[in-house]
């Protein structure tokens, strides 16, 4: 049974900075290309990135480009997600999700096993 586990989100500052993890069990880590979505009440799933099977493909959504960077450790079946210089308007809960493969455009309808989400709130 494929399963996906986020940890890593909690309050932050302004500026400030989290990592998140996506820990994968019931599968090769390497099965599966490995996307992030955030969801804020009242908003639809908004995609933020993707990285392939072998790592070497990542997509960014431009909202994120340069500020969030997407790895992956399949060693340890995890991938992470790193936020900085985090914003207010990053709130959201954020969910890791598998897919075969990546595309640019991050549509969640290509995502077929998720996570339950973890919470990250950004205020002073």
């Known amino acids: 049974q494929v399963q996906l586990v986020e940890s890593g989100g909690g309050l932050v500052q302004p500026g400030g900075s989290l990592r998140l993890s996506c820990a994968g069990s019931g599968f090769t880590y390497d099965t599966f290309a490995i996307g992030w979505f955030r969801q804020a009440p009242g908003k639809e799933r908004e995609g933020l990135s993707c990285i392939s099977r072998s790592g070497q493909t990542i997509f960014y959504a431009d909202s994120v480009q340069g500020r969030f960077t997407l790895s992956r450790d399949d060693s340890r079946n995890t991938v992470y997600l790193q936020l900085a210089r985090m914003e207010p308007e990053d709130t959201a809960t954020y969910y890791c999700?598998?897919?075969?493969?990546?595309?640019?455009?991050?549509?969640?309808?290509?995502?077929?096993?998720w996570g339950q989400g973890t919470q990250v709130t950004v205020s002073s």
């Open positions: 999700a598998t897919s075969s493969t990546c595309w640019r455009r991050l549509d969640p309808r290509n995502y077929a096993h």
